[in-house]
Each structure stands twice: as structure tokens, then as C-alpha cells.
């Protein structure tokens, strides 16, 4: 489990910002290497392992998708010394005052996103959050080595390190979603030793979060009889206690609502029951804003289930997660592919 | 290719209604495409270059479309209420002229309102085609129109009504004259609907399969007074996107136009922009993906009826787009 | 114990060892009431150099060299070892504490922050609502603290309580010609004043105050300046640099200070008038040094000076700061060399001060 917990410590170190996912997605490449049997890339620069299953061919195909993009910064301006920023992904701007950065410029410079004072803003922010059009980086580099090493387009991600706290919490950037990264590397290191009837393409989808283009083209490419996602949820803390929030350490949440196809959610539950994992039923009313509402209806459709590990203080820099919640969802998810007949398309009716 | 932009604004394609446009389009290009089509939703696609070995399927993509106004209502006076076909700014409607595909022409006013502040809304506006009552309209519910307006050549800048995307169409069209040896097979697409919801885009982009996609269309720019924030401004040449509200560039796109530019000796701008998109957010998500980026031409006052290009941009936007198509494509 | 000297004429300069000093400064914790980590460090360094020390009823650290010369004057130097932070009110029970803000800190720098809670520096972190959940209005308002927690994770296993205080948990780095880290304000001013006392002047009575609970309302320092009875003092602080481009591209004329252009000389803030015998002796010794310095603009803000001033029958008084920006935030930026110039400045100007100074009147 020490070996789960360091190649996390290693994903929510590495950066890979939507659409710039190369340098996360060559940790993952490392990691899954000797997990599959093979590994190919998709036109759009996800990742795809590929682990055959053990009965004889044709054999029914399951993708199991966890998004490896991160929220982040871009520079958009340069003014003398100081860089004008936007975001890839969702990020709220009012935590960004005071974070402190690395500008991903000819060399990686460490940065710190700054407000300026009240009275060099517009007299309507006065005590009030301040939007990103306003906030700054500040390298602490002079004008002449900005201008020598900093681009427009250059890319700024978090430097929040990883904090371990007690309890076997791990708190940093990126948890969302680097943590079902990890999940998938566990699930796949249990299936070393479980066997599997269907072929499973394991999938570290690009750019979740600004357009789901990694889910929708590796799910047209593949075509797999079915889905599973993990993504993150909200767990309970401040600010957050609603009927779609879980505890940390209650286990993985199994999605329920028009995206999820029913059988699976029941499968799921089955199986998670017997191993007495604990779980969380997570409503879904309408959509579920994870790769799921991409892959259910691309091409003639997919059969999707989505499973999320609880998280809070999402898309912040200092998401907290429970470790054992990875490691339950990881373990899961193999059982659930080891169980998997070969014959159970035919039990995916909607009624 | 100042005249070919001029015949182009003075012609009319609202959202869905595009045949005039294309009509005119296909008339330039048709001698010079191995193969020419229109297709259901009325894209026009024309092929020209043969895939050799080192070359690539190339999706070279400008829309037809432009923004409009569409008629809902002639009330009993023969005014015409209408609303929007695309973004249609309502500040840039108050004392605007429109023409309708028919030919009719008007100007669209508003009701008054004792608060100077007031941002009237597209309800509160209408059309005064000149008639006295309902029935001595021409034009009913259903009719589009679109700006009108003359084109102005100031020299270095050129000032039309939609030049968002003429300038794109204007591109593509002198390209495909003009193209003469490339490794690639080079898919012209003229698409439709863009400004609504790119059905264009995503079906043209379903049917060719390209390898790559390029699209060509105008971006806002930050150099007017106490504009937007923004990086880009005219007479700086060609932008190339990064980002934009829809989609992030494919980086090896990003980097191939910035090494074409560089080896061209084509001055280029980064662009990054925070409000709207174009069709190549949707190329991008077609089939298995298609990695996608955009030759922007700064342009001003997007969706008014007097946008303003420099004409020099436009030039280099073209020469860059010719040096992308004309050879091979390299993407690391 | 030994009094050391430096063997030559030369000023003693900051260099690698002053800036490993400053690190151990900035990442020790010592909020407001709290300041027994950094005082520790205090009296590790000078506690080879001192003729006399005290540690008074507040904390205050007092140390003295004394004079080689006759009639020297008695110069107090004052720097502050508290920093802004947190204390925690409540215990909500699952790990989450309420708690109120030590200290002027805008609300608006605390949302997404990490924290050291107490003396072990417990991991603690103050979260936000995700933005998932919130909706567009509820983003054009700041969060206040009081909907916000310090959440120390799944088990309290340091038995962490009300009462205990919270910094913020960044890590001192330097990138080039710039130094980052929490709380240069004021660790930068109590290293100088530790390097200081190191080379004490041989003319004058250095007179060290290390003091606490500035960011409070200059508390420490108003019995720190009644014990020492000084005959003047200088009060050694870090001072804002609003120097970034104003957010509509006009000139930006309310900078307070600026990077790079040295030493921040105080004429006047919302608490002190410096005297002005001192100021033209120290901007004598700047130029004949070539030390670069500015004048720090009038206005608002405060130092110890201001509570210096006021004791007894009063007391001739300069602040002198190093530049720095985002103060009262998580990280603070200097540059090396304001604080290296301000150091020369310090030096050399208390290297020929006397007694002659205050013959004239103010």
C-alpha cells in the first residue's frame, strides 16, 4: 500500500494541466507498464493500457476511464516583471490570492499569485473577492529575466505539496483526479493475480475538464460493451454537508441517475456487500459532470457506471482525501471485472 | 483580395440560410477543386492534393455563416419585432441597418425608456422597414436579415460588416487558387451554422475524417480604449490560438504553427481568449479525435455592424496558412 | 564572555549564512502572544555576545552591549518576533476548529491555505466551499471567517486545543535576487538586528529589543522603551512595496515603497513624525557610503517607533524597513540586496553617531 501512496505522492507532484497532460501521463505510462500488455496513445494524447483477458476470442471489452488533467493557470499577459493569469478548469478565484506557483517558462520558475492592495483595484472589489483579471504571479524575477524566460501560453500549476496528515490523510493539488488514477494503478495490480474473462482497456483520459475530449474519443476508438469511471465527489466538511457529500473514509460512492445504466449500479452494490467494503449511494439527478455524460452517449452508446472517491475542499490546492477510500475503490473495481461473466451484456436492460 | 473580401461582406449568409454566400463561394472555387459537394446541412466541401507519403488529411475549415436577426412578429403599424440568430449584441442593434435575404431593407430602433442607463434588451427593439401597416410588409415572421452596410477600404484596415467570418472565407478561397504542390490532401470546407451551434463543423468534420483539423477565423483583440484584456491587436500579424472558451489548442499544433511562422519569417501574436470559440472545438471531439488548432485574424469590434481589419494581418494570415498546408506536418 | 569585534573597518555584509539565519526565522512559528519559538532562536544566536539580557514581563527580549567609548549615545534597536496568524476559538469536534484571525490579515488571503498548528507544527488546513456548489453571486462574496475551519484531517492524535495558535505553513526559499518566505515581517529586521549585535558599533550602547505583539497594537515595545531608557531609537521593520501596475494602466503614485531601490526611510506614518536629526544623519551616511535608499511615502501604518517614542519624556525615533511585497499574506518577497543596503545602512550610520547628533533642537 506504501507503494499506492508514493506513486500518488508522485502524480499530485508532476504537472499536467488540461490538454497539457504529457508530463503526468508519462509517470502513469511508468507506473502501468508492467501492469498491461500493452500501451498505445489516443489522436488527442490519452493514455490507453491494454490487459487481455483470459477466455478465448471474441471476448467482451470493459474501459475503465479516470481523467488525468488538472485544473490550473495559464499566463496571459505580461506586464514588466509581473504576469496577468487565467484558469484551465474550474477554479474559484478567491482562493488563489497567496498560493504559491510554479510558471512552467523556459525553466521552471516558482511564483506566487498575488492581490493587489485595494486602492490599485477598481473602487467596486474594495473588500470584495477580486477576479483573476486582476490577480497577478510574481516570480520575484526582474523585468529583463521575465521577458528572457516567460511566454504567453506558458502554463502555471499549484506548488502546494503533498501533506500527509493524521489518519492517513493526504492532503495537495490535483487529488481531482490523480486520486482514481492511483485507484486504477491498485485495481490493476489486484488483477496481476485475479483473472479475468474480459479484455479491460484501462484509460487515462485528457482534458476532462474543460470539454471531456479525452472520454469521448477513447470511447468512439474503443468501443467497449461497458464503462466504469472513477472521478471524485464531494466529502463533508465545511461549507458542504448536502445529500451529495460523503464522510471521509465511508467508502467509495456508487453513482445512481440517468447517466448510470441500473444493472451496474446494482452489480456494484452486490459486490461490494459481499466484501462488506463500505459504500455511498451518490444521486445523480441529471448529469454527473465527469466523463460519464461523455462516454454514455458516444457513438451507439455505452453502458456506464461511475464510482467516486469522497474529497474535500474540491479544486482547491489543498483537497483532503482518506487513503483507505483509494485503496477500497481500487479493490472494488478488480472484483467487480474478476466477477465479470462473459455473458452479462445481455443483462443490461434498462428495466 | 481586398475586392473578393468586399464581394464576400456584401452578400448574405445568416445562421442556416447560407445559400447566397455559398453560392457565390462555389462560384470562385469550383475550377480549381479535384471534387466539390454540398452537403446535407449545407456545408460546402471541396478536395484539392493527393496524400503522399509524408503527407496528412488536412481539414481546412471557415464558416459561411454569419450573425443575424430573424423576424417574429409584425405588428398592426408594420413594425417587425425579431430576435437573434447567433451572439447578437443588443447594443450594437440601436440604429443599425438591416437588410433581409429578400432584399428588404430597415432600421432597427427600440421603444423608449425614461432610464438613460438601461441596457434594452432585443424585445424591446424592432425593425421600421418604412410601411404604415401590416399588410404593406414584406417581410414576415421567419425572415432573416442580416447588418447592412457599405465596405469601406481605409487603406491599411478595411472596415465591413461581417468580416467575421469573410476574412476566413476570403483566406481559404485564395488559397485554393493559389495552392499548388503539397504532400497533403487538403480538404477546402466551408462550413454552416457556426455562430449557433457548429452542427457545420461536427458533421463536415464526421464525413472527411481528417487527420489534422485548421480552422481560419477572426479573434477579438485588447487595443481599443479600456477594451477587454487582451494580448492580441491589430498590425502585430496572425494570432495563434492556445485557448479559447470552448477548447485548448492540441499543443503540438500550437508548436508546429509557431516553428512554421518562425521558418517563414511570418510575425505572429499568442492568443488566449477568455469569451467565445470556434469550429474547431468541435473538429477536435470528432470520431477518435482530431488534433485541432486555429490561424486567428485579429479583428474589431466582433458581431457589430462595422468590424475593422488590418489588411496586413490578413495578408500574413494568409501566407501563414499557405506554409501549413503547403507541406508536410510535423507534430512532436 | 567574549565580546567579539570585527578585526577591520569594512561592514560586515549578509551573506549565505545571514540568509540560512532568516530562513530559520521565517519558518518558525511565533503568532501574536506566541513568540517562544522565534525567541528561542533569538537567544541561541546573541547569547555569546551579551553584556546584560533580560526577558521581560511580556516576552520582550532585552540584551546590551555596551560601549568601548566614553560617552556614547544609547541607541535602542527595536525589532518585532511576532508575526500575523491564527488562534483557535472552538473545537467543532471531527478535527474542525473555528478561529479568529491574530493581527491584520484581509480575509480574502486565508481561503485554500495550509497552516502549522502549536508547538509541533500540526498540518492544518483551511478549505473552501468547492466551487462546484456555489453559484456566481455567492463568488462576488468575500468568505468570512467565521464559515471557515481549520481541519486538522482524521484524528487529533496531538491533542491539539482551543487556544493554541496557527500560522501559515510556508517554506523560506530564494529564487535569484529574491528571498520568499512567511513573516518577513519581521523576521528580515530581527536577523539584521541579531547581525547587528553581532558587530555592535564600539561607539555606541547597542541596546536590543526583540520585541513581541507589534502586530497587535505595538504592545511590546512600549515597556521594552521604558526599561531602556534610550536616548534615541530605530525601529528596524519591513515596510509594504505596492509597487505592481495599477489595475487601469494610469501611473501607480501610492507605491508605499519599492523593490530594488534600497533601504525605506520613514519621515512620517499614521503613528511616528521621525526626528529629523536623524533622518539627515543617515541620509549623510548613505550617500557618503553609496548606499542606495528611498523615502517611504507618508501615510498610513506603523512600527514600534510609534510606541517607542511616546515613553517617558520621549525618545528621538526612526523606522527604517526593508522593502517587501504581499505582507500580511502567506508568503512575502524581498530582494536580497534592500536587505543587504539596508543593513549597510544601519551599520554605517550608527558607526559615527554620538551625542552630537542632539545638541540641537529638534
Known sequence: M?????????????SGLSGYESEVREVIQKAWSPLVNELNLSKLGSLHGFKHGAAIEPRPKILIATHMDAIGLMVTGIEGEFLRISHIGGIDPRILPGQLVKVHAKEVLPGLVIKPPDHLLPESTAGKPVEIGHLFVDTGLTKQEVAELVTVGDLVSFAQEPVEMAGDVLVGHSLDNRASVAALTLCLQELQTLQHQWDVWAVASVQEEVTFAGAYTSGYEIRPDLAVIIDVTFATGPGTSDYNAFPLESGPALGWGPVIHPVLFREFKKIAEELEIPYNKDVLPKLSWTDADALQVTAEGIPSMLISIPLRYMHTPVEMIAFKDITRTGRLLAEFIAKLPLDFPKNLSWD | MKSLIKKLAETAGPSGREDQIRALIRSEIEPYSQEIQTDSLGNLIARKGEKSKDGVRIMLSAHMDEIGVIATHVDQNGFVRFTGIGMVYPKYCLGARVRFLNGTQGVINSEHTSDAKEQIPLEKMFIDVGVNKAAECPVKPGDMAVFDGPFIDLGHKVIAKSLDNRLGIAILVELIKKIDLTPNEIYFVFTVQEEMRKSGATTAAYAVQPDIGIVVDVTATGDTPDSIRMDVGLGKGPAIKISDQGMISDQRIVKWMKDTAKKSGIPYQLEILEKGSTDAMVIQLSRAGVPSGVVSIPCR?????????????????????HALISNPVSLK | MPTQHPSSTEIPTIGLEQIQLLEKLSNACGVSGDEGEVRKIVLEQIQDYVDEITIDAMGNVLAVRKSKAQDSLRVMVAAHMDEIGFMLVKDDGNCQFQFEIVGGIDPRQV????????????????????IHLTDSEERKRAVSISDLRIDLGLKNDKNIERGERAAFATKFFQNRGSLFGKALDDRIGVATLIELFKHAPPNIELLAAFTVQEEVGLRGALIAAYSLKPDMAIALDSTPANDM???????NTRYNSRLGEGPAIYIADRSTISDPRIIDHFVKSANENHIPYQFRQAGGGSTDAGSIHRQRKGIPSLSVSVPGRYAHTTTMLVRLEDWQNTFRLIYSGLSDISPELFKSPR
Open chain 2, 301 to 321: 469590434y466582433i458581431h457589430s455592424p462595422s468590424e475593422m481589419v488590418n489588411f496586413q494581418d490578413l495578408q500574413q494570415s494568409f501566407e501563414l496558412t
Open chain 3, 111 to 130: 481561503v485554500g491555505k495550509t497552516v502549522r498548528v502549536g508547538k509541533e507544527h500540526v498540518p492544518g488546513v483551511i478549505g473552501s466551499r468547492p
Open chain 3, 245 to 251: 501596475p495599477a489595475w487601469d494602466g494610469k501611473e
Open chain 1, 2 to 14: 506504501t507503494d499506492a501512496l508514493s506513486i500518488l505522492k508522485e502524480l499530485i507532484s508532476t
